[in-house]
DNA sequence: TCCGGTTTAATTGCGGACAATTCAGTCGCC
DNA sequence: GGCGACTGAATTGTCCGCAATTAAACCGGA
């Protein structure tokens, strides 16, 4: 019933070629489709969807520093610090320099980033919803997707 | 053994929201796994990855509009358009204004952006041995991304 | 104590993605 | 033929993502 993986070097090349660029493309495809569908729902809250991850993240545990928010979410401080600051601007977050550690800066809920929590709480659902697939689906898409990623990270940066 | 759609609405607020956020996170960071497994396959060839689809898309059929490049592979003009042109400043491809349709602008392959398909070619095979995942897997993934982006293009511009 | 290596943020530069606009060219309809 | 709507590219502006660099703070050992 399943194909091994020793099996992928027995295709013609042709064949592995498509199937690898159909699911590349439909994965940045389907990555869009994401974006464009919280675009929509978070323009109401003046967030994008990179800055939404930043606020769950605070939201689930308050003043991480950069590079921890860094390291979950998998983002570097060339595209964090210039995201913190905008939601600085925005008045939903403080940036407090940290006393034992001058380095780091710490990132901080204002009671108005606090409060936006009630209106995020709507969006999630409705992601869910639109997604079409059932709770079975989604857990299989998500240990794909787990799998592949471990693969590629290592693939990319061999130790 | 399958859930169906309806028991989405008898999971918790919380487990529904926690799964949606790993599946549409774990969805980015493959996608961006994938990006930096290509970047440094592709930077050999001196092309992006997106700039790689666009080459692809004219080694299987040379000569589309940008219009139609775009349809191909779901990108806009103000993404194309520069895009294209770096192409062109690469010596790879060629912008040729339509006799028949003064709007539409046609892009072919030069020499020089035929015989980059001879060193492009060994790049998938590393792509899918990095992915990691079997023939089963890799189609089971398809489909579900593939329903996926119907449902949310769906969701995000209703008829 | 000082010195070198490391860590943490921030900055710069470039390419990508999208919204919104602009502009020329096309087509249909009167 | 001429007017109005539409279409295809291009441009502008904003944000994201990463590489590479800079600067400041930290730490350990000679």
């Known amino acids: 019933m399943s194909v091994r993986e020793s099996d992928l070097a027995a295709l013609s090349p042709g064949e592995m070629l498509r199937l690898d660029h159909q699911v ?15 675009r929509s729902l978070l323009r109401d809250l003046g967030l994008t969807y990179p800055q939404y991850l930043v606020m769950l993240t605070l939201w689930e545990s308050d003043g991480p520093t950069v590079k921890e928010l860094g390291t979950r979410l998998r983002l570097d401080s060339g595209t964090l610090s210039p995201l913190v600051k905008r939601l600085e601007a925005a ?28 209106q995020a709480v709507r969006i999630p659902p409705r992601i869910a919803e639109a997604s079409g697939l059932d709770l079975d689906e989604l857990r299989t898409l998500h240990g794909l997707l787990s799998r592949m990623t471990e693969r590629l990270d290592a693939a990319v940066a061999p130790a």
């Not at 590349?24 to 990555?31: D, I, K, N, V, Y």
């Not at 977050?93 to 108005?112: I, N, Q, Y």
């Open 24 to 38: 590349c493309f439909a994965l940045h495809a389907t990555s869009r489709a994401f974006d464009a569908l919280y």
């Open 91 to 118: 008045g939903l977050v403080e940036r407090r320099r940290s006393r034992r550690d001058e380095r780091s800066v710490s990132v901080h809920l204002t009671a108005k980033g606090g409060e936006l929590r009630e």
